[in-house]
């Protein structure tokens, strides 16, 4: 016995396609953005694996490690502590953006999005820029939220900090794929989440903290 057919020769009933619903094209673009975008990720992160830069490779290895539960900033945060009361009331601000994001990434962006970490073998990326492969999820980037959240309050604060404390926390994002650990995707979207970060630090800062008309994204 056969499925019976329609007018244009299609079959219907439980073994026919299921009819397209109203919203099944809008999924179906959507998933095909997200694939190439995906596609564009892997090809980046190939591009900088087979790109040689032996003259870098220590220097952004060390970085990275620098930048392990943020130490880097910390340290930053430390040293404007010892300043006087608008370097201090920076250094309050950035420490509390560096937890913000650090949560926000950790706690929530890597237990709602289970992506892989890159297979670095693979993709052949050189020894002499690997750092130890972190457990957890890839996305987004922790490193790169939390440098960037830092640059970015303190430098609301400290409006002459903002262009090093900006190419620092680039620097970090950036070493992240370097040493083969995060995918440039991760690190977009930790940069965005360190952003929404700090801000998130300045609104909750005490009102002498916040500088008027001054945020500006690193």
């Given at each position: 016995?056969?499925e ?10 439980p ?5 397209a619903?109203?919203?099944s ?6 998933e095909a953005v997200?694939r ?15 790109t ?5 490779d ?6 990275s490690?620098a930048?392990?539960?943020?130490k ?12 006087g009361?608008?370097?201090r ?10 937890a ?6 950790n706690?929530?962006?890597k237990r709602?999005?289970?992506r892989?970490?890159?297979d670095?073998?693979?993709a ?12 957890s999820a ?11 959240a830092?640059?970015?309050a ?9 262009v090093?404390?900006?190419a620092?926390a ?6 992240r794929?370097?040493?083969g ?7 977009a ?7 929404a970060?700090a801000?998130?630090?300045?609104a ?13 994204a690193?």
């Amino acid at each position: 016995m056969t499925e019976p057919t329609h007018a244009d020769g299609g079959t219907r009933g439980p073994l026919g396609p299921p009819p397209a619903g109203p919203g099944s094209a809008p999924k179906r673009a959507l998933e095909a953005v997200l694939r190439d975008l995906r596609a564009v990720d892997g090809a980046l992160y190939a591009a900088v694996a087979g790109t040689s830069t032996p003259a870098l490779d220590r220097a952004l290895r060390r970085l990275s490690h620098a930048a392990d539960h943020s130490k880097v900033s910390l340290g930053i945060a430390a040293a404007l502590a010892l300043g006087g009361a608008r370097a201090r009331h920076a250094a309050l601000v950035g420490v509390g953006a560096v937890a913000v994001a650090s949560a926000s990434a950790n706690l929530l962006g890597k237990r709602l999005v289970h992506r892989a970490r890159p297979d670095r073998e693979a993709a052949r990326v050189t020894v002499d820029r690997h750092v130890p492969m972190p457990a957890s999820a890839s996305f987004p980037s922790g490193h790169t939220a939390a440098a960037v959240a830092f640059a970015t309050a303190v430098g609301v604060v400290l409006p002459e900090a903002a262009v090093p404390l900006g190419a620092l926390a680039g620097a970090v994002g950036y070493s992240r794929v370097h040493t083969g650990v995060h995918y440039p995707g991760d690190v977009a979207a930790g940069a965005v989440l360190g952003i929404a970060s700090a801000a998130a630090a300045l609104a909750a800062a005490p009102a002498r903290v916040r500088q008027p008309n001054t945020f500006t994204a690193w």
